[in-house]
């Protein structure tokens, strides 16, 4: 009978060996989220910091402070507003005799840009590229001025407003966009 139950047992034990298949093993060449905050891969705040150092900011300097580096304190906020309005105007006459001679238009998105490629005259490039720079600050500190005093109002519908009032007073024969997207000289 000995033999009867090993061969009992053996017959027993081949269908649970056949049964039994080792797990399949998968192999991963990426780290886990848990794994990348601790080993320092924070991409997000990585790039949340890079875009913070390539934003302009002012620094915070007290009279005092100014005063001890040497600093022009005498003029007031008055003459300071007059030398900008006065620069202001300036800009305005040279962007008018742009406008005119097609190295600048009045795009649709209410900003002015540069279209060196209809340029009749010589200028100075980078003069150009300056006021135009400094108008199109004015215009966008402007237009977010008059969206905070009627937050109703999208941006996009204060800029379209304030565009079509804007065009009436460009000087005559300067270059707009028109709405299919072609530069054309303003009739008078």
């Not at 007031?76 to 001679?101: C, G, Q």
């Not at 500190?141 to 407003?161: F, G, K, N, V």
Request: include cysteine.
């Amino acid at each position: 009978m000995n033999n009867a139950r090993i061969t009992f047992l053996i017959l027993c034990a081949l269908p649970v060996t056949g049964c039994i298949t080792p797990p399949d093993v998968v192999m991963l060449d990426r780290k886990t989220v848990l794994e990348e905050q601790a080993s320092g891969e924070l991409y997000a705040l990585e790039n949340e910091l890079r875009e913070l150092v390539l934003l302009p900011k002012g620094v915070d300097y007290t009279r005092g402070q100014l005063g001890d580096a040497g600093a022009d304190l005498s003029r007031t906020s008055l003459s300071v507003i007059s030398e900008v309005h006065a620069l202001l105007r300036l800009d305005s006459e040279f962007l008018d005799d742009l406008l005119v001679r097609r190295c600048v238009g009045e795009a649709r998105s209410g900003l002015i840009v540069e279209t060196t490629a209809t340029c009749a005259g010589r200028t100075a490039a980078r003069r150009i590229s300056a006021a135009v720079q400094r108008v199109n600050r004015t215009r966008r500190q402007l237009w977010e001025w008059m969206h905070s005093q009627q937050p109703d109002r999208s941006l996009d519908e204060i800029r379209s407003s304030w565009r079509q009032h804007h065009l009436a007073a460009i000087v005559c024969g300067g270059q707009i966009e028109d709405d299919d997207g072609a530069w054309i000289a303003k009739q008078c």
